[in-house]
């Protein structure tokens, strides 16, 4: 249990200092879905970002599930023209995203009374609504684990953040 959170403790700090070394602004908040817990991410330009997630998930007897994805941003996707004015409209708040990352997964292996790792590859999407510092996202991933055998999964979550 300490070696958990003595890991937690660096995966936090690194993602904190990534984002402070950066300028830019960091969001903290909860997630629900697999997994369910805490979540950040750290908005590095307009189109970019890295978001992570650290919990449990639902089932499979799993302790700890951590994920970590670099994001895609495309912030104004969603244009168009006013039949009855001709003005170009834009919807701001929404932002859509792609992002690809990994999965990492301990889960109880009941039988023989150890701690199995789990490793995938994400690669997925989402989208954020922003209400001024407030952020209401939607998300979904295919996974493809890659240790200690090849499977697929299916990962996703509704959360909230807030940004500093």
Not at 11 to 22: A, E, Y
Not at 65 to 75: M, R, S, V
Request: proline share 4%; net charge negative.
């Amino acid at each position: 249990m300490n070696n958990h959170r003595s890991f937690l403790k660096v995966v936090f700090g690194t993602f904190v200092i990534f984002s402070l070394c950066h300028g830019q602004r960091l969001g903290l908040g909860i997630i629900i879905g697999s997994p369910t817990g805490f979540t950040g991410k750290a908005i590095f330009s307009q189109n970019s970002a890295f978001a992570g997630n650290i919990g449990w998930s639902l089932g499979d007897n799993p302790k700890l599930h951590i994920t970590g994805d670099y994001q895609f941003l495309f912030p104004t996707v969603f244009h168009w023209t006013d039949e009855e004015t001709g003005e170009q409209k834009e919807l701001k708040n929404l932002t859509p995203y792609i992002g690809i990352g990994g999965r990492f997964r301990f889960k109880e292996n009941e039988p023989e009374q150890n701690t199995e790792l789990n490793i995938g590859i994400r690669l997925g999407g989402g989208v954020e609504y922003m209400i001024s510092r407030f952020g209401i996202f939607l998300e979904i991933y295919p996974v493809v684990n890659i240790f200690p055998s090849t499977d697929f999964d299916l990962e996703g979550g509704l959360g909230a953040r807030i940004y500093f």
